[in-house]
């Protein structure tokens, strides 16, 4: 185009209600996972892959299918991402088994590796470098409203209905996004793009993929050689993929660009951020739900702080990073963010919601202030014809900080609660019983060593019977005592990694760097 698109900033909005379906996937499942629990039996490693079954195809795909985009078209592959992931929400509201409802999100997962990039590398071919900024901070911006209206729209969804219609109420928008694309939303490819790298697309996908497994199975049921092994062909594949690309004329993606400190220091800052703020949010909802006994409807509406926060400090860095530059901007919303998750340290077994608000307000405007001027500049360091590449390599940093935010925040979570309650349930009063009752007994202490959530139920079946009731309380306390200690521990381990990771940002990034 020789003038800037007529309709640009309608075309960002159906690119922004895209990404909004994408982000609510994962975080309207936090506040649907207990009925969805008790409703098909599930066990915590089965509801670990409900989860993650999304994230694993997510991440892996996205890269590729950037590039794809880029060749064929990014509007088709808009199109035919909303389509696959309105597909597999369709069959997740079928679903009636574990394996459905897992294979549901990772039709999803696919559908969302191809939406995720595309919008991105749209975004930035539609709009002039000089309104770029405020076009990715609006971007942003969604991630943080999706962060808190998924669980507010699946909390509405649940007072009424079951959590099946968690995946319904995705179908009619995908279907409203792909007709306002098709009015609204410009033709783009690449020109001049010359084969596509299968070779190193088939390397990004074993290497990303596998390393995604690895830190979900080993953080979360222990490093054997079901971990061990993916991780190893990780680290293969890894080696592989950048000896591959290093050699190619038009590799898939170009590696040397994550030697540039602008591009490294971004794309680190981008994932160290979802990092924290997955994992805060993995925890804090769990406060909310079992600890605070609120309600899906109730969490989604105490999270509204969160998503307000992310929109403001958009907002300020588009108008901040002009001025002060790019890495002062982003290394001083990673601080903002730190010190957002570092207060969770004060948490205790007396700790009210409002305790948590400050957290939620400094992590929104962390996430806003850093994330927005990071992707810009790693968008801005390539050339035209290679964004999907670098939506691509944005997206996944995302998707892999979150994953690993889950997984290692939820681990030192796991450990330090299990560890906190088994005094109180070594020493609890058990009655002796024998067959199917003995049994009943095992799985409700290992219920309740193993998560506050299952704690939390069975102290709510033990108060329905005459003979456990007077246990029921205690077990809460304790169970309440234990979690907030390991919701101490875990920010504290967050809130570091965050804070030593704006030092390193605040190292790699050049100075001066200003958004467009």
Not at 268 to 288: E, S
Not at 423 to 437: C, D, E, I, N, R
Request: glycine share 12%; charged share 10%.
């Amino acid at each position: 185009m020789t003038e800037p698109y007529r309709h640009r900033w309608a075309a960002l909005g159906v690119l922004c209600l895209s990404l909004l379906i994408v982000v609510m996937a994962n975080t309207a499942l936090i506040v649907a996972a207990p009925d969805m629990t008790r409703d098909l039996k599930l066990t915590s490693s089965d509801l670990q892959w409900v989860i993650d079954g999304y994230t694993v195809p997510y991440a892996a795909l996205m890269l590729l299918f950037g590039v794809i985009g880029d060749k064929y078209s990014r509007r088709g592959a808009l199109f035919l991402g909303l389509l696959v992931f309105g597909t597999g929400a369709v069959f997740g509201s079928l679903a009636d088994s574990t394996t459905s409802v897992i294979a549901a999100r990772m039709i999803m997962g696919v559908g969302a590796a191809i939406i995720m990039p595309a919008t991105l590398s749209l975004l930035v071919a539609t709009f002039p470098a000089a309104e770029r900024a405020r076009a990715i901070a609006a971007w942003a911006a969604t991630s943080g409203l999706a962060i808190a209206l998924g669980p507010l729209l699946a909390g509405w969804l649940l007072e009424s209905r079951s959590w099946h219609s968690t995946f319904l109420i995705n179908v009619p928008i995908a279907g409203f996004a792909i007709l306002a694309a098709l009015v609204l939303v410009p033709p783009s490819k690449a020109e001049g793009l010359g084969p596509i790298d299968w070779i190193g697309g088939l390397l990004s996908v074993v290497t990303i993929g596998t390393l995604v497994f690895a830190i979900i199975d080993g953080f979360h049921f222990g490093w054997s050689s079901r971990s061990v092994a993916p991780a190893v062909v990780s680290a293969v594949g890894l080696a592989g993929f950048v000896f591959w690309e290093l050699r190619h004329e038009q590799p898939l993606l170009n590696v040397r660009k994550l030697g540039e400190r602008t591009v490294g220091g971004a794309a680190l800052a981008v994932m160290l951020m979802f990092l924290a703020a997955f994992g805060a949010l993995f925890f804090v909802a769990q406060q909310f739900q079992f600890v605070l006994g609120l309600g899906p409807l109730d969490t989604g509406v105490r999270l509204l702080p969160l998503a307000a926060a992310v929109t403001a400090g958009a907002a300020a860095s588009a108008r901040l990073s002009p001025r002060i530059g790019t890495r002062a901007t982003v290394s001083g919303g990673m601080a903002v963010a730190a010190l957002g998750v570092l207060l969770l340290v004060r948490v205790d077994g007396g700790s009210t919601y409002l305790d948590f608000v400050p957290t939620l307000v400094l992590l929104g405007v962390g996430v806003g202030l850093s994330v927005s001027p990071a992707t810009d500049a790693i968008m801005g360091s390539f050339p035209d014809n290679d964004l999907g590449a670098a939506g691509g390599l944005n997206d996944t940093a995302i998707e892999l900080g979150g994953s690993l935010g889950i997984a290692i925040l939820g681990s030192v979570l796991a450990s330090t609660y299990k560890d906190g309650i088994a005094g109180f349930l070594t020493s609890m009063p058990v009655p002796k019983l024998a067959g199917p009752q003995a049994d009943l007994v095992t799985q409700a202490l290992d219920a309740s060593s193993e998560s506050v959530g299952g704690a939390a139920i069975v102290a709510e079946e033990m108060s329905k019977s005459m003979f456990a009731a007077a246990q029921a309380q205690p077990l809460m306390d304790a169970a309440t005592v234990a979690f907030a200690d390991a919701i101490s521990r875990a920010s504290l381990v967050g809130g570091l990694l965050l804070a030593i990771g704006a030092v390193l940002v605040a190292i790699l990034m050049p100075g001066h760097r200003r958004s467009a």
